[in-house]
């Protein structure tokens, strides 16, 4: 499965707002597969990692990709890693 099959266009407004934070520009980004190839390049996710995702999805309200992608049976504790790494952002700024 490919994740960005499973995000709609308006989620993806909705995970932009969420990454606000970011310093690049999002405006141009509209569909899920640019999105998603964005947080990769800049290494806020990659195949082994992806509890960013994760938050983002559960916060603009896909939880049922986020779900499956829990599910897949990852052993890293997503639970908090989108917050973290805001914080950890904020305190870089």
């Keep these: 499965m490919k994740i960005a099959d499973e995000i709609t266009k308006e989620e993806v407004a909705k995970m ?9 520009p999002l ?3 509209e569909e899920p597969v640019e999105f998603v190839n964005f947080l ?14 994760i938050g983002l999805l559960d916060n603009s309200g896909n ?3 986020a779900d499956m992608i829990r599910d897949r049976g ?3 504790d997503y639970k908090h890693c989108h917050h973290q790494y805001i914080q950890r952002k904020t305190m870089q700024s």
């Design 16 to 24: 932009k707002f969420l990454c606000s934070h970011l310093r690049r």
């Design 74 to 76: 990852k052993k890293t």
């Design 27 to 29: 405006e141009a980004i």
């Design 40 to 53: 990769r390049r800049r290494g806020i996710i990659s195949p082994g990692d992806v509890g960013y995702l």
């Design 63 to 65: 939880t049922r990709l």
